[in-house]
């Protein structure tokens, strides 16, 4: 059983990498991929603390990129695998868009800390600011024990009413893929039902990916995709000589039940992908 879509709380899930590699296995998983938001953080990890045993693990991660090949902008998820994290040029891409989040999410926060009296910096020293997620979440979730009921009720309520901006930081999906394949990784689209493209538009997009940037596959089993979304990844898969991945896009454990291994009523691929027998064989697993 793989799973190649996780989440861990270097971007926006809620177990840490080896909570998440703990359940991994007791659930069955042989080959895992922590494909945290933007964040190569996860590798270094692993290795540092030898998480690699008993499991498969594969160097991953998945960036916000964007195209505007169809005439308006398409966001586009874009998963890498089996990159080198300390690859240059993807590392400096990606410091980029950290300091900028930083910068913008501590402009809003001190807004706050004007606003309230019973915030000031010191209540956010130990908030990463450049994490990837909606401020107004990030903010809640890193003050709900460190402030009192009433205090968090209100902070909530004047965030829902302000609407704090998303910070969406894209890469272009053109240049995204080309940074991966530069770091030796293979591209791969994430969920390509949720660039909310009629199926000509998404096949015409993935034909122009393929021919001119050599997008190496798709993303074709995603926990939440319907059966009729995984029908038309899997024919554009085998349309463009694509690999194939799939991924619970586990975040945490909440109402809709995704598990990882298994997504939503086990509608993700169980068995080895082509993908994982490449990485081991060419050597880029974690080890």
Not at 102 to 116: A, H, P, S, T
Not at 203 to 217: A, F, P, Q
Request: glycine residues 6%.
């Amino acid at each position: 059983m793989v799973d190649l879509h996780t989440h861990s709380v270097l971007s926006d899930g809620s177990y840490k990498v080896e909570e998440l590699i703990e359940e991994a296995k007791q659930r069955g998983v042989t080959a895992l991929a922590v494909t945290d938001h933007d964040d190569l953080r996860s590798v270094d990890y692993i290795k540092k603390h030898h998480l690699a045993t008993d499991i498969i693990m594969l160097p991953g991660i998945e960036m916000s990129t964007e195209t505007h090949y169809l005439g308006s902008k398409t966001k586009i998820h874009l998963l890498g695998y089996g990159f080198d994290n300390n690859d240059p040029q993807l590392n400096l891409t990606l410091n980029e868009l950290y300091k900028r989040r930083r910068q913008d999410n501590w402009n809003f926060i001190k807004e706050l800390i004007n606003r309230y009296s019973f915030l000031d910096e010191k209540s956010f020293e130990t908030l990463d600011c450049s994490k990837y997620g909606w401020i107004k979440k990030l903010i809640l979730m890193h003050l709900k024990d460190a402030i009192t009921k009433e205090q968090y009720y209100e902070l909530a309520s004047y965030l829902d009413k302000n609407k704090p901006v998303y910070h969406n930081y894209n890469t272009g999906v053109e240049e995204a893929i080309r940074l991966i394949h530069n770091a030796g990784g293979y591209a791969i689209i994430a969920h390509p039902y949720r660039t909310y493209l009629e199926e000509e538009q998404l096949d015409n997009l993935i034909r122009y990916l393929v021919t001119k940037h050599g997008l190496d596959g798709l993303e074709t089993h995603h926990s939440e995709a319907s059966t009729k979304d995984m029908k038309i990844a899997t024919y554009l898969a085998e349309k463009y000589h694509l690999m194939k991945t799939t991924g619970s896009d586990f975040h945490h454990h909440d109402e809709y039940n995704i598990e990882i291994g298994t997504g939503i009523n086990n509608n993700i691929i169980t068995e080895e992908l082509p993908l994982v027998k490449k990485l081991v064989k060419e050597n880029k697993n974690i080890k």
